[in-house]
């Protein structure tokens, strides 16, 4: 068995995100998300049928939740719980370097 590096393979011109998924099973997924940049859609939002916690790796982050006035900032080692349904959008993320999210979607 090989292990892999949570930071490394990471191109250094991304005009998308790239969302990996590192492993899956039943109603349980992680990923790497990778952002440079990269906000959620004006108007858009995530409605995720299943509860995420994400924890930012590196980078800064700020998500803003449905019915909210100011977004959550994320540093390194910050985490948050987003239940199911938990209408949210990214509305920053760094355009200098890589933002590294691990997020685990779980019933």
Do not use: C
């Not at 490394?8 to 940049?37: K, L, N, Q, W, Y």
């Not at 909210?68 to 900032?73: S, Y």
């Amino acid at each position: 068995m090989k292990p892999n590096n949570i930071y490394s393979d990471i191109p250094p011109d991304m005009p998308e995100e790239i969302f990996e998924t590192i492993a899956a099973s039943g109603t349980v997924r992680i990923e790497r998300i990778i952002s440079h940049g990269q906000t959620t859609p004006q108007g858009s939002w995530y409605d995720e049928n299943l509860n995420e916690w994400v924890i930012l790796l590196k980078g800064s982050a700020e998500i803003l939740f449905e019915g909210e006035a100011n977004a959550v900032t994320l540093l390194p080692g910050d985490h948050i719980l987003i239940p199911a349904h938990r209408r949210h959008r990214v509305s920053r993320t760094d355009r200098g370097k890589p933002t590294i999210w691990l997020a685990v979607y779980f019933a």
